[in-house]
């Protein structure tokens, strides 16, 4: 028998997942729903106050991901299950579209590009646009040549998981806040799992989806996959905005580029940049604004620099560094590390707010197969 630092037996529990942003959430409302309540730890004091609130609440189509990659898939398949619970659950969101934007003659065989791989990947046909459909659904908008993305959206990210959240406790699931998960050492029936203040408790599954601290939650046995931080900073738009869609140029490396969105009131904001840094700091440099200027200039000439406004950052949990090919999510089953029970998500960052649903339901199902007790 397993104590506690003051000799006390460890409590039980059937299912603990750490970690409660978007995807530990839909997670806790997946395996809810299924009979299997758990119980879901958070390090902070509140709901996806990490990766899953610092982002541009996009609902992803799809575009841009290789067509047999887990991104794709789940990408697509979230998208559609995201629509459909935003309309059954009366979540704020809407399906404004994007443009992903050419802003020179050399840059329209990559547009073709995203153009095949977003038919190869199920995430739908995009519709090809030229300077005539530009200037009629974006006048402010300089570009050569444009993709139309319809499917693409916009959510209030933190309704969402709220929703989730209540789902989940709604069927049973418990979620407490200020509670760190440092390790877990597999047994027999299960897993005992210590906590920073030394306490532990067992439980029979385990789910690790703490986001940028995935790598840290240690399970005995076990190494981590390197992963690598990814900073993007946000500049907002002190004004109105000209444009009435999402607005994208091509993809540089390691992200989706300084692109627009807008929030549901209307609001602009730019971003994200791409920084890569050794520890987490959300503050923005004011200094960055001119690059950003810079870069929105190049497809919106009119901009005025001193309408941008440092807004906020977010970081990335990437397990592709710089210079390396983008890698797809890494979703872990005993398949793969041969613990029955036990599930980790690494790299869980975009389209992971999209795919939250259908992660959801990878997880679930790698659980379902695994046998603890063989």
């Given at each position: 028998?397993?104590?506690?630092?003051?000799?006390?037996?460890?409590?039980?529990?059937?299912?603990?997942?750490?970690?409660?942003?978007?995807?530990?959430?839909?997670i806790?409302?997946?395996?809810?729903?299924?009979?299997?309540p758990?119980l879901?730890?958070?390090?902070?004091?509140?709901?996806?106050?990490?990766?899953?609130?610092?982002?541009?609440?996009?609902?992803?189509?799809?575009?841009?991901?290789?067509?047999?990659?887990?991104?794709?898939?789940?990408?697509?398949?979230?998208?559609?299950?995201?629509?459909?619970?935003?309309?059954?659950?009366?979540?704020?969101?809407?399906?404004?579209?994007?443009?992903?934007?050419?802003?020179?003659?050399?840059?329209?065989?990559?547009?073709?590009?995203?153009?095949?791989?977003?038919?190869?990947?199920?995430?739908?046909?995009?519709?090809?646009?030229?300077?005539?459909?530009?200037?009629?659904?974006?006048?402010?908008l300089?570009?050569?040549?444009?993709?139309?993305?319809?499917?693409?959206?916009?959510?209030?990210?933190?309704?969402?998981?709220?929703?989730?959240?209540?789902?989940?406790?709604?069927?049973?699931?418990?979620?407490?806040?200020n509670?760190?998960?440092?390790?877990?050492?597999?047994?027999?029936?299960g897993?005992?799992?210590?906590?920073?203040?030394?306490s532990?408790?067992?439980?029979?599954t385990?789910?690790?989806?703490?986001?940028?601290?995935?790598?840290?939650?240690?399970?005995?046995?076990?190494?981590?996959?390197?992963?690598?931080?990814?900073k993007?900073?946000?500049?907002?738009?002190d004004?109105r905005?000209?444009?009435?869609?999402?607005?994208?140029?091509?993809?540089?490396?390691?992200?989706?580029?300084?692109?627009l969105?807008?929030?549901?009131?209307?609001?602009?904001?730019?971003?994200?940049?791409?920084?890569?840094?050794?520890?987490?700091?959300?503050?923005?440099?004011?200094g960055?604004?001119?690059?950003?200027?810079?870069?929105?200039?190049?497809?919106?000439?009119?901009?005025?620099?001193d309408?941008?406004?440092?807004?906020?950052?977010g970081?990335?949990?990437?397990?592709?560094?710089?210079?390396?090919?983008?890698?797809d999510?890494?979703?872990?089953?005993?398949e793969?590390?041969g613990l029955?029970?036990?599930?980790?998500?690494?790299g869980?960052?975009?389209?992971?707010?999209?795919?939250?649903?259908?992660?959801?339901?990878?997880?679930?199902?790698?659980?379902?197969?695994?046998?603890?007790?063989?």
């Amino acid at each position: 028998m397993r104590t506690d630092r003051f000799g006390m037996e460890i409590g039980r529990v059937e299912c603990l997942v750490v970690g409660a942003g978007v995807i530990g959430l839909a997670i806790a409302r997946r395996l809810a729903r299924g009979g299997q309540p758990p119980l879901v730890v958070e390090k902070a004091g509140c709901i996806g106050s990490e990766t899953s609130s610092r982002n541009s609440e996009v609902i992803h189509a799809g575009l841009y991901y290789p067509p047999d990659s887990l991104k794709a898939r789940l990408c697509v398949e979230g998208r559609e299950a995201l629509y459909a619970y935003c309309e059954t659950n009366s979540i704020p969101h809407r399906q404004i579209g994007k443009l992903i934007i050419a802003g020179a003659a050399h840059e329209i065989p990559r547009l073709e590009a995203i153009a095949e791989n977003a038919q190869a990947s199920g995430a739908g046909r995009l519709e090809r646009l030229d300077l005539a459909d530009i200037r009629r659904r974006e006048p402010a908008l300089r570009a050569e040549a444009a993709l139309f993305s319809p499917r693409t959206g916009i959510i209030d990210s933190h309704a969402l998981m709220l929703t989730l959240q209540g789902e989940a406790e709604a069927h049973g699931a418990q979620v407490v806040f200020n509670t760190r998960a440092v390790r877990a050492i597999p047994e027999a029936d299960g897993y005992a799992v210590e906590f920073a203040d030394g306490s532990w408790l067992k439980t029979r599954t385990l789910v690790n989806s703490a986001g940028l601290f995935a790598r840290d939650f240690r399970v005995e046995g076990l190494l981590p996959p390197a992963l690598h931080l990814a900073k993007g900073s946000y500049f907002t738009l002190d004004g109105r905005s000209p444009f009435s869609h999402l607005i994208y140029p091509i993809p540089p490396e390691g992200g989706l580029g300084i692109h627009l969105t807008l929030d549901l009131a209307g609001q602009a904001r730019f971003g994200p940049d791409v920084e890569w840094v050794d520890e987490i700091d959300y503050a923005v440099e004011p200094g960055r604004r001119l690059a950003f200027a810079e870069s929105v200039q190049a497809w919106w000439p009119a901009l005025d620099p001193d309408r941008l406004q440092p807004g906020y950052s977010g970081i990335r949990p990437k397990r592709s560094g710089p210079g390396t090919p983008p890698a797809d999510f890494a979703i872990e089953g005993a398949e793969t590390h041969g613990l029955p029970g036990l599930v980790q998500l690494f790299g869980m960052e975009s389209p992971g707010l999209t795919a939250c649903l259908a992660v959801a339901d990878a997880v679930a199902k790698r659980l379902e197969t695994d046998d603890i007790t063989a």
